[in-house]
């Protein structure tokens, strides 16, 4: 399946640059739409990403989570997270020119899953507002 059109605005462009080069420990940052295709993505050199398949895998996590929690606690899943000893992944919900989206997050151990999380309500709520 062919990957929708989709508008990258400067704003977006740039709220990715800066989040990234404020927070060192911030590995890798993407939005994808919920249906799993690659919208935005920054990658530290460091990693092997393919953007497509990133996209592909955060919507399919994030729409388990989000059944689970549904299923489990009768509420909609906020942030999904994995922990791991090289660090935490996390994944929000947010639109994106109305569109739905998944933004995800790798983070070094280096920085607290506290901030992490900050981190991600701050950049998905920014991105919530680009018109």
Same mark, same amino acid.
């Given at each position: 399946? @062919?990957?929708?059109?989709?508008?990258?605005?400067?704003?977006? *462009?740039?709220? !990715?640059? %800066? +989040? =990234? $080069? %404020?927070?060192?420990? !911030?590995?890798?940052?993407? +939005?994808?739409?919920?249906?799993? /295709?690659? !919208?935005? $993505?920054?990658?530290?050199?460091?990693? &092997?990403?393919?953007?497509?398949?990133?996209?592909?895998?955060? $919507?399919? +996590?994030?729409?388990?989570?989000?059944?689970?929690?549904?299923?489990?606690? @009768?509420?909609?899943?906020? *942030?999904?997270?994995? %922990?791991?000893? #090289? #660090?935490?992944? +996390?994944?929000?919900?947010?639109?994106?020119?109305?569109?739905? =989206? *998944?933004?995800?997050?790798?983070? @070094?151990? &280096?920085?607290?899953?506290?901030?992490?999380? /900050?981190?991600?309500?701050?950049?998905?709520?920014?991105? &919530?507002? !680009? @018109?």
């Amino acid at each position: 399946m @062919k990957s929708p059109k989709m508008e990258i605005k400067l704003e977006l *462009v740039n709220l !990715i640059k %800066e +989040l =990234c $080069s %404020e927070n060192r420990e !911030i590995t890798l940052l993407s +939005l994808s739409t919920t249906d799993g /295709f690659n !919208i935005k $993505s920054f990658a530290a050199k460091s990693l &092997d990403v393919e953007a497509d398949k990133l996209a592909a895998m955060s $919507s399919s +996590l994030f729409a388990l989570s989000s059944s689970s929690s549904l299923q489990l606690m @009768k509420e909609e899943s906020t *942030v999904a997270t994995i %922990e791991s000893k #090289g #660090g935490n992944m +996390l994944f929000k919900k947010a639109q994106y020119l109305s569109t739905p =989206c *998944v933004v995800t997050m790798v983070a @070094k151990p &280096d920085m607290s899953l506290a901030q992490a999380r /900050f981190a991600l309500k701050r950049f998905a709520d920014t991105v &919530d507002s !680009i @018109k």
